[in-house]
């Protein structure tokens, strides 16, 4: 099966777990906190990619009510739970290496842990895209596990479900971000507890600074 299709497929089926162990982490709600902060009270207009169950959405509103939140996500159990936990914003399915289809503009967007599920050449595509997607000095989230892109791999869940799993170098993504005319603002490591270890989870805080 293709890596994209069996990772896909295992986020419709999980997507109710995904609620019940997300929804109400807040590990990374400073970081979410930064990038509400540094919103100017014009940009409300938000775009969310890969939404999940809305968790991040719900958080964002809780902060600043009056945003404008468009969000997407691949699978259609996880877009009918976030429509659930977040009336006043907006879903749709979607696959975000589509974005290029669309013709809004976004005054900032959001992007949590969509790079470990996509491959190095559609990471810089998303990129590409959200540079298109931005208005001027637009505010862009980005979250994703720095590694060798060597130890990417199926991974397998309490459920026994897979999902393909991609590393990306801090080196690699910064490039790419430079490339794409951001500046990054702020960057966090968030330790995200594994059983008797830990993991680093990195963030990054940018602003569109020119058009490609």
């Not at 497929?9 to 419709?12: G, K, L, Q, V, Y």
């Not at 902060?63 to 468009?70: A, E, F, S, V, Y």
């Not at 259609?76 to 429509?83: N, T």
């Given at each position: 099966m293709d890596k994209y299709k069996e990772t896909f497929?295992?986020?419709?089926k999980i997507a109710n777990l995904y609620q019940d162990k997300f929804m109400d982490l807040s590990l990374y709600d400073e970081t979410y906190d930064f990038f509400c902060n540094i919103l100017k009270d014009n940009q409300i207009n938000i775009f969310e990619i890969g939404c999940g169950?809305?968790?991040?959405?719900?958080?964002?509103?809780?902060?600043?009510?009056?945003?404008?939140?468009?969000?997407?996500?691949?699978?259609?159990?996880?877009?009918?739970?976030?429509?659930?936990?977040?009336?006043?914003a907006s879903f749709k399915v979607m696959d975000t290496r589509k974005l290029d289809e669309i013709d809004e503009?976004?005054?900032?967007?959001?992007?949590?842990?969509?790079?470990?599920?996509?491959?190095?050449?559609?990471?810089?595509?998303?990129?590409?895209?959200v540079n298109k997607l931005l208005t001027k000095d637009g505010v862009f989230y980005l979250s994703f596990i720095n590694g060798a892109p060597s130890k990417s791999g199926y991974i397998s869940g309490s459920t026994g479900d897979r999902t393909y799993f991609y590393y990306h170098t801090l080196e690699y993504i910064k490039?790419?971000?430079?490339?794409?005319?951001?500046?990054?603002?702020?960057?966090?490591?968030?330790?995200?507890?594994?059983?008797?270890?830990?993991?680093?989870?990195?963030?990054?805080?940018?602003?569109?600074?020119?058009?490609?």
């Open positions: 497929e295992t986020w419709n169950p809305g968790n991040i959405t719900k958080h964002l509103l809780s902060k600043k009510p009056n945003l404008k939140i468009t969000a997407i996500d691949i699978a259609p159990k996880m877009i009918e739970l976030a429509k659930a936990n977040n009336p006043t503009k976004f005054d900032a967007i959001m992007c949590g842990f969509c790079l470990p599920y996509l491959s190095e050449t559609d990471s810089s595509k998303l990129l590409y895209d490039n790419q971000l430079f490339k794409n005319h951001f500046k990054i603002l702020k960057s966090f490591e968030v330790k995200y507890p594994k059983a008797d270890d830990f993991e680093i989870h990195t963030i990054i805080i940018g602003e569109k600074i020119g058009s490609i």
